[in-house]
């Protein structure tokens, strides 16, 4: 596609169930980051894949968190056990060299009930 | 670690008129890079500006410009001729040099452009 595209637009879950969020970044983009932007906040960085493997996940907030990105283009990210703090928009972005220009999708919005 | 801090939560502008947008950062890197990005109500976020740190000038795009103050740690942006459509929600980041876009971003500020 254009450009990098977020599914759901909007998943509104019970406490405790398990969710997939997917993004499909730019094609030949090599980077995909996944941030985390909550009410009235700028986005917080939680992990990024240089290909393949994640090269940095430090961001990834407890162990019910997890990302996926297994032929290094469409990536998953997986939360288990969802809690009312996890509310938040999804963001996710890809660039084409690590540093170089980043494009990001519109987000998935999750609310937890 | 680095931090942004944008201390405008809210912002307004005439059409047509000129508002600066402040920022200032914190870092321990030598190499960095600073941005502005633009999020409208669809939620992505938009780059309007990039300044590479060590670059004394200051970046511009068309009605968008810098004024990059490296020892203050200082960047903020200025919207000249200001539009309708460039009412949104700005987030200033910074990313380290080197391997990674691993943006750090502040809080944001509102803008709102007033007809």
């Known amino acids: 596609g254009a450009g990098v595209s977020q599914t759901p637009s909007n998943k509104v879950t019970e406490k405790g169930k398990y969710v997939e969020l997917r993004c499909d970044p730019i094609?030949?983009?090599?980077?995909l980051y996944w941030y985390r932007q909550s009410l009235g906040q700028g986005p917080e960085f939680l992990i990024y894949?240089?290909?393949?493997?994640?090269?940095?996940d430090s961001g990834l907030p407890n162990d019910r968190f997890f990302a996926v990105r297994p032929e290094g283009s469409v990536s998953t990210l997986k939360i288990q056990r969802t809690e009312r703090g996890d509310s938040a928009v999804y963001l996710c972005?890809?660039?084409?060299?690590?540093?170089?220009?980043?494009?990001f999708g519109q987000g998935t919005r999750l609310t937890v009930v | 670690a680095q931090t942004v801090t944008q201390s405008q939560p809210e912002m307004s502008v005439q059409e047509a008129e000129t508002v600066t947008l402040s920022c200032t950062y914190d870092?321990?890197?030598?190499?960095?890079?600073l941005f502005w990005y633009k999020q409208p109500p669809s939620r992505q976020m938009i780059l309007v500006i990039r300044?590479?740190?060590?670059?004394?000038q200051n970046a511009t795009e068309n009605r968008f410009s810098v004024n990059f103050q490296k020892a203050a740690k200082s960047f903020s942006l200025k919207i000249s001729d200001s539009q309708l459509g460039d009412a949104a929600m700005y987030f200033c980041?910074?990313?380290?040099?080197?391997?990674?876009?691993?943006?750090?971003f502040g809080t944001g500020t509102l803008l709102a452009v007033q007809p």
């Open positions: 972005a890809s660039s084409r060299l690590v540093n170089t220009e980043a494009f």
């Open positions: 094609s030949g983009h090599t980077a």
């Open positions: 894949f240089q290909g393949t493997g994640a090269a940095d």
């Open positions: 870092t321990s890197e030598s190499d960095y890079y």
């Open positions: 300044q590479e740190a060590y670059k004394q």
């Open positions: 980041a910074s990313v380290p040099g080197g391997a990674t876009n691993k943006l750090i």
